[in-house]
């Protein structure tokens, strides 16, 4: 799992060449997960998300994460938030943080193009995959409409949020993206709550004083 430089900021030990790197510099690393160690002595630190591929392959970063770090969303994401296709809910803990997974039917998560829904500049290097926040806000109305006993699903989220900033966002590309997963109906009726917020100059305030501007 060497990067670029040759230098392996993950190692997995399932894998031979890995498991003689980790015998002979294993001060240098710590375990992240399972056979899974991250290298603890390289600048740029190894980012927790890098762990994507190896736990959940297939997976990208989405929702509240993508949402969170943009910033489009006043609050902070916590954990790493991903979509899975054909999966289910579950939480994995690692020594790089805490991963909240959720799976969609693969017909719907590899809906729509891969420019509206694939964010190539957030990780410029490829290390894991990141939805756009397009993408992001309508896997968080897809989830939102899950509920308990829904297939092998389980609980889904809470309703996506009123207070996202869509300034720098593109609505033909959403709704694009709501057309191609079947939601389009459920993205304009969250539209039209995100509208009547953003009226309310209570709300809007406190929105505006949260990102600082």
Same mark, same amino acid.
């Given at each position: 799992?060497?990067?670029?430089?040759?230098?392996?900021?993950?190692?997995?030990?399932?894998?031979?060449? /890995?498991?003689?790197?980790?015998?002979?510099? %294993?001060?240098?690393?710590?375990?992240?997960?399972?056979?899974?160690?991250?290298?603890?002595?390289?600048?740029?630190?190894?980012?927790?998300?890098?762990?994507?591929?190896?736990?959940?392959?297939?997976?990208?970063?989405?929702?509240?994460?993508?949402?969170? &770090?943009?910033?489009?969303?006043?609050?902070?994401?916590?954990?790493?938030?991903?979509?899975?296709?054909?999966?289910?809910?579950?939480?994995?803990?690692?020594?790089?943080? &805490?991963? /909240? =997974?959720?799976?969609?039917?693969?017909?719907?998560?590899?809906? %729509?193009?891969?420019?509206?829904?694939?964010?190539?500049?957030? /990780?410029?290097?490829?290390?894991?995959?990141?939805?756009?926040? +397009?993408?992001? =806000?309508?896997?968080? =109305?897809?989830?939102?409409?899950?509920?308990?006993?829904? *297939?092998?699903?389980?609980?889904?989220?809470?309703?996506?949020?009123?207070?996202?900033?869509?300034? &720098?966002?593109?609505?033909?590309?959403?709704?694009?993206?709501?057309?191609?997963?079947?939601?389009? *109906?459920?993205?304009?009726?969250?539209?039209?709550?995100?509208?009547?917020?953003?009226?309310? +100059? +209570?709300?809007?305030?406190?929105?505006?004083?949260?990102?600082?501007?």
């Amino acid at each position: 799992m060497a990067s670029g430089t040759g230098i392996p900021r993950i190692l997995d030990a399932r894998l031979p060449s /890995d498991r003689a790197h980790l015998k002979r510099r %294993g001060s240098s690393y710590a375990p992240a997960f399972d056979s899974i160690y991250f290298r603890i002595d390289i600048r740029p630190e190894v980012h927790g998300a890098e762990l994507l591929p190896l736990i959940v392959p297939g997976g990208r970063l989405s929702w509240r994460w993508v949402l969170g &770090e943009g910033p489009f969303y006043s609050s902070l994401p916590g954990a790493f938030c991903v979509v899975e296709p054909d999966g289910g809910t579950r939480s994995i803990s690692t020594g790089l943080g &805490e991963f /909240d =997974i959720r799976g969609m039917e693969s017909h719907v998560f590899h809906a %729509g193009f891969d420019e509206d829904n694939l964010d190539r500049h957030f /990780d410029p290097f490829g290390r894991f995959v990141c939805a756009t926040a +397009e993408r992001a =806000i309508c896997d968080w =109305i897809y989830l939102s409409m899950r509920r308990k006993g829904y *297939g092998e699903h389980g609980w889904g989220l809470g309703p996506a949020p009123d207070q996202v900033d869509l300034d &720098e966002l593109s609505l033909p590309r959403i709704r694009r993206l709501s057309d191609a997963m079947g939601i389009l *109906g459920n993205f304009e009726r969250w539209y039209a709550r995100w509208q009547e917020v953003q009226q309310d +100059e +209570e709300v809007t305030g406190k929105f505006s004083k949260a990102l600082g501007y």
